[in-house]
């Protein structure tokens, strides 16, 4: 089983994390987390500079005119013509 710390909420909702934990997961000054609430959980993920959270990403690509539903669709849809086109090349 895991070591296991006990933090203490601050009167501005803050705790420390152990510092082997963060040197475990190599955390420093400054560093973002996800805090999430699951259950009655509160989880903490590091949330890298490189690898930034998918959600970060919203609307980098310009605007969503598509859903991912109709985007697949599309793909089925382009995928379908192709064979459609190949077979009737064969056949001829």
């Known amino acids: 089983m895991a ?3 006990i933090a203490v909420l601050s009167s501005k909702g803050q705790i420390v994390i152990p510092k082997d934990i963060r040197d475990a997961l190599g955390l ?3 560093a973002k987390l996800e805090v ?3 259950g009655h959980r509160v989880v ?3 949330i890298s500079e490189e690898y930034p959270d998918w959600r970060s990403l ?3 690509f ?3 005119d598509q ?3 109709e985007i697949l669709a599309e793909g089925r849809r382009e995928e379908f013509e192709k064979e459609r086109r190949l ?3 064969l056949s001829d």
């Open 58 to 60: 919203q609307g980098a």
């Open 36 to 38: 999430a609430l699951e």
């Open 3 to 5: 070591d296991t710390h």
């Open 28 to 30: 420093r000054e400054g």
């Open 44 to 46: 903490l993920r590091t």
């Open 67 to 69: 859903t991912t539903s």
């Open 87 to 89: 077979l009737e090349h």
């Open 62 to 64: 310009g605007p969503a």
